[in-house]
């Protein structure tokens, strides 16, 4: 008589195999490390043989593990396929959207349109700060912002970017020179710290001010940038579609100096689930949707 397997056994050893680990796996698959751990074991101790080497941190897979696991990913692949080319309309697909605070800030105001288009599509964002080495969330929609010069061949650009100066609204009835910004306190943006220096030279090369190069005042997000300018400290440099966001929403700054080119762009990069038809139909309207918001953003900046 052939062993009656568990697919929910099978599905655990696939994603720890994956992720070299049962924490990893544990995550993915929203279950406890202690819960993932008993499944392994349930279907190792079925199967007769061990699949896993346990180390203290991560997990190998032993010969039969390693003999194993491309039955079992066809497997459950099939499965998968089938069950969503027989009921896909039916079934809510959670897609899995990785960008920057900024970039998931900019968008917020507009998603209750692509909700209301696509009600049974769920959306769950994850930041992109800073990437833990340890998290190996799967992600069907990848966001970065990467210079021009660097962008890979799998990847889709999606907007040329602008920075522009923005101070408080206590700047309203005044216009900043290059001169008088250079004199004003620079917030730095973690990560992006030669915005200020990038700007200035833009139209003194050779004349730098001094206090630009200085680290006074550090944030780590572009959002939080955007605060402290509305409260009164400091001046920024922003990308310039999330500065006119900003003030779309109310925010008390103002943009106070023209945009000058980035040479960074935003790109869609390529993702482990690129190539899943089961999932494609999902993640692409939810990506034509991102395509038309930069665009309109653009058309609207131009």
């Not at 003999?67 to 079934?91: C, M, N, Q, W």
């Not at 910004?181 to 943006?189: F, Q, V, W, Y």
């Not at 955007?226 to 920024?236: K, Q």
């Amino acid at each position: 008589m052939k062993p009656n397997l568990n697919l929910n056994w099978l599905r655990t050893f696939e994603a720890a195999a994956r992720l070299s680990g049962f924490s990893a796996a544990a995550r993915e698959l929203g279950l406890t490390q202690v819960a993932v751990s008993q499944q392994i074991k349930s279907l190792e101790t079925k199967l007769g043989h061990d699949l896993f080497i346990r180390h203290p941190k991560k997990v190998q897979l032993t010969q039969a593990g390693k003999a194993y696991l491309p039955s079992v990913r066809e497997g459950l692949e099939k499965l998968s396929h089938a069950t969503y080319g027989l009921f896909g309309s039916d079934i809510n697909r959670t897609i899995v959207v990785r960008a920057s605070i900024a970039v998931l800030t900019w968008l917020s105001p507009s998603l209750n349109n692509f909700r209301q288009q696509y009600p049974n599509i769920k959306l769950k964002f994850v930041t992109s700060i800073w990437p833990d080495p340890v998290d190996t969330q799967k992600v069907d929609v990848d966001i970065v912002l990467m210079p021009n010069r660097k962008h890979a061949e799998s990847s889709e650009k999606l907007s040329d970017e602008f920075i522009v100066p923005i101070c408080g609204m206590e700047t309203i009835n005044k216009k900043y020179s290059i001169h008088d910004l250079s004199k004003m306190e620079p917030i730095h943006i973690v990560g992006y710290d030669d915005h200020w220096s990038r700007y200035m030279n833009h139209f003194e090369p050779v004349a730098k001010a001094s206090n630009v190069e200085t680290m006074g005042l550090q944030v780590d997000t572009s959002v939080l940038a955007c605060e402290l300018v509305a409260s009164g400290t400091g001046c920024a440099v922003l990308i310039e579609r999330f500065a006119k966001r900003s003030i779309d929403m109310g925010r008390a700054i103002r943009i106070v100096g023209e945009p000058i080119p980035l040479h960074q762009s935003h790109f869609f990069f390529k993702t482990e689930t690129a190539n899943e038809e089961s999932v494609s139909a999902e993640i692409e309207a939810f990506k034509d949707w991102i395509r038309s918001e930069f665009s309109a953003s653009d058309t609207k900046m131009t």
